[in-house]
């Protein structure tokens, strides 16, 4: 899952950045209005957290023109102020959720966890690269073929394409697709991963399902965490 961060003051930006990529998110920065405008228009976000206040361009002028220009990637708007003039204006240009600075980190997770589950919650089909999966008649295709899935290895398909790009832990899998509120101390979600890994990987030379070593799994058509 990929976050563009606009913001900038260093110090708030890398507290956040560093607090979301411990979360498991990906993570750019933009220091100033123009420079974020521009990456937004030109790359492919799954979320956008937008400072008020910015050099350049402020977070406003982003916004309406983002908007303006089709973009409707979820915004979350940092405001410093507490005016409830900037949070209406925000809104009215578009921000699904606003924050007034200072606020605790735990806050902004989740409300970015919970504007994340409203966005992909409204997908029928959830993409990554060639893979797609329609989550009403539960079929899944890699570049057009179709996979046979068994119905936990759809559940846990599921789950790490809406998390797409975010690692999520044996744990959290072990959760989601049996159930267990503990840690199974099976290698029982390895096994499933590596039955499902051979399903949409094996024929495609790009593959989508990686392991972090102790960590745990995600989704992407990049490898997002091979430094870590
Ligand atoms: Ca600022």
């Known amino acids: 899952?990929?976050?563009?961060?606009?913001?900038?003051?260093?110090?708030?930006?890398?507290?956040?950045?560093?607090?979301?990529?411990?979360?498991?998110?990906?993570?750019?920065?933009?220091?100033?209005?123009?420079?974020?405008?521009?990456?937004?228009?030109?790359?492919?976000?799954?979320?956008?957290?937008?400072?008020?206040?910015l050099p350049k361009k402020n977070g406003f002028e982003v916004l309406q023109s983002l908007r303006k220009g089709g973009n409707k990637t979820p915004i979350l708007v940092l405001t410093a102020r507490s005016g409830t003039e900037d949070i209406v204006q925000g809104l009215d240009l578009g921000a699904d959720d606003y924050l007034t600075k200072p606020f605790a980190f735990n806050e902004l997770l989740a409300r970015v966890r919970s504007l994340m589950r409203r966005e992909t919650r409204s997908k029928t089909v959830l993409k990554v690269s060639d893979l797609q999966l329609n989550t009403v008649t539960h079929k899944a295709t890699r570049n057009g073929a179709t996979i046979d899935l068994t119905s936990r290895e759809y559940a846990m398909l599921e789950f790490l394409m809406r998390n797409g790009g975010r690692l999520i832990t044996r744990q959290q899998l072990a959760k989601e697709v049996w159930g267990f509120d503990f840690d199974p101390g099976t290698n029982i979600v390895d096994v499933y991963?590596?039955?499902?890994?051979?399903?949409?990987?094996?024929?495609?030379?790009?593959?989508?399902?990686?392991?972090?070593r102790g960590r745990g799994y995600y989704i992407s058509d990049k490898e997002v965490f091979k430094n870590m």
């Open 193 to 212: 991963v590596n039955h499902l890994r051979k399903k949409i990987d094996q024929k495609s030379e790009k593959k989508l399902l990686h392991t972090v």
């Open 1 to 53: 899952m990929r976050i563009l961060l606009i913001e900038d003051e260093a110090k708030v930006a890398r507290f956040i950045q560093k607090g979301l990529v411990a979360e498991g998110y990906e993570v750019e920065t933009a220091s100033d209005g123009k420079t974020g405008e521009k990456k937004a228009k030109s790359a492919e976000y799954d979320f956008i957290i937008l400072d008020i206040l």
